[in-house]
């Protein structure tokens, strides 16, 4: 069983920063893909961003340029910095962490960023 644990996230005002972190623990051997999603009041959880075990990255068209996910193996934590956050970015953010071929979520943090 993996549980996952997310920190950071909040209210911040347009054009500012706020940073996520989601810590593992469990019993794995080894995280392969870890990855935020965010899902808005009425609308689908969509991919943000995601990181393979190697360090490769892969963004939403929306957040490119502006946030920057991470991973740190050795405290089987995943990252993402959030810079020049836009009010289209408020949703409840969430963690993925893929173990083997199973995913695990996180429990969600809101973050809401005022115009």
């Known amino acids: 069983q993996v549980q996952l644990v997310e920190s950071g996230g909040g209210l911040v005002q347009a054009g500012g920063s706020l940073s996520l972190s989601c810590a593992a623990s469990g019993s794995f051997s080894r995280l392969n893909d870890m990855g935020w999603y965010r899902q808005a009041p009425g609308k689908q959880r969509e991919l943000v961003a995601t990181?393979?075990?190697?360090?490769?990255?892969n963004y939403a068209d929306s957040v490119k340029g502006r946030f920057t996910v991470s991973r740190d193996n050795a405290k089987n934590t995943v990252y993402l910095q959030m810079n020049s956050l836009k009010p289209e970015d408020t949703a409840v953010y969430y963690c993925?962490?893929?173990?083997?071929?199973?995913?695990?979520w996180g429990q969600g943090t809101q973050v809401t960023v005022s115009s």
């Open positions: 993925r962490i893929t173990v083997v071929v199973i995913s695990y």
């Open positions: 990181i393979t075990n190697g360090g490769n990255t």
